[in-house]
């Protein structure tokens, strides 16, 4: 079973983790010859979350600064 936790964002990760696996999953063993899906697929998806909620708390940590870059064109002058 998986440990989900309180964490509302973490439940939220580990659903959308299992979706996008089963959705992987499925379509590999229709197109791709040979594809087996892993053994443990629980460990996968819990492990796939886990790096899916570092990541996002390494985003959400560092300063985001913004630099605004005007680009347009001028007329050539006359001549």
């Keep these: ?15 959308m983790t299992t979706c996008w696996c089963l959705w992987n999953w499925r379509n590999k063993s229709i197109f791709e010859i040979g594809f087996q899906r892993p ?13 899916i909620e570092d990541n996002t708390k390494l985003v959400h940590k560092s300063p985001h600064q913004k630099e605004t870059i005007y680009i347009g064109c001028m ?3 006359i001549g």
């Design 75 to 77: 007329r050539p002058p």
């Design 1 to 15: 079973m998986l440990r989900i936790g309180d964490n509302p964002a973490t439940w939220q990760a580990t659903f």
């Design 39 to 51: 053994s443990n697929p629980i460990l996968v998806i819990q492990k796939f979350t886990r790096e």
